[in-house]
């Protein structure tokens, strides 16, 4: 897509399978009215790819013999609700009833940072969105916890 500014482009992920077999999760770049099929019905030999590293490849199209989207969830509404103190419940973020001592707040803290903190996904390949999904639940409970953690000492 020589032609097409950086603006005109939009990245898309997509499952690439290749005749060897072998299969690439990552983006590709279509332009503004562009679809998958017109992508590979242009008569460019080859497609830009980006991988999980952010590296852009370019790929035959011949060695291609599927393309699929996934279809990635919107996390838009994440950061309107976090944002949001009126609708922020720390005890529906713990998980806990509103009448929880001490020590079953601090339990369910300690159950859901182990879950969510972003460390446990920082050797692992997954997509940037997890981690920012991850990283997002975690300071929600954090805030959660900070909360109701009747065990601070007011400055």
Do not use: C, W
């Amino acid at each position: 897509m020589f032609g097409s500014s950086e603006s005109e482009r939009q990245r898309v992920a997509v499952t690439l399978t290749l005749a060897s077999g072998d299969m690439l999760n990552g983006h590709v770049f279509l332009g503004r009215a562009q679809k998958l099929r017109d992508l590979l019905n242009n008569p460019d030999s080859f497609i830009d790819f980006e991988k999980r590293d952010s590296t852009v490849t370019m790929i035959a199209k011949r060695a291609i013999t599927a393309i699929a989207a996934i279809d990635l969830p919107r996390t838009d509404h994440l950061t309107r609700r976090a944002n949001s103190a009126a609708t922020f419940d720390p005890y529906h973020t713990l998980g806990v009833d509103p009448g929880a001592n001490p020590g079953e707040v601090r339990a369910a803290y300690l159950a859901k940072a182990r879950l969510y903190h972003p460390d446990k996904l920082a050797s692992k390949d997954v997509p940037r969105e997890v981690g920012d999904y991850m990283n997002a639940m975690f300071i929600r409970i954090q805030k959660a916890y900070d909360e109701l953690d009747t065990t601070k000492i007011p400055t």
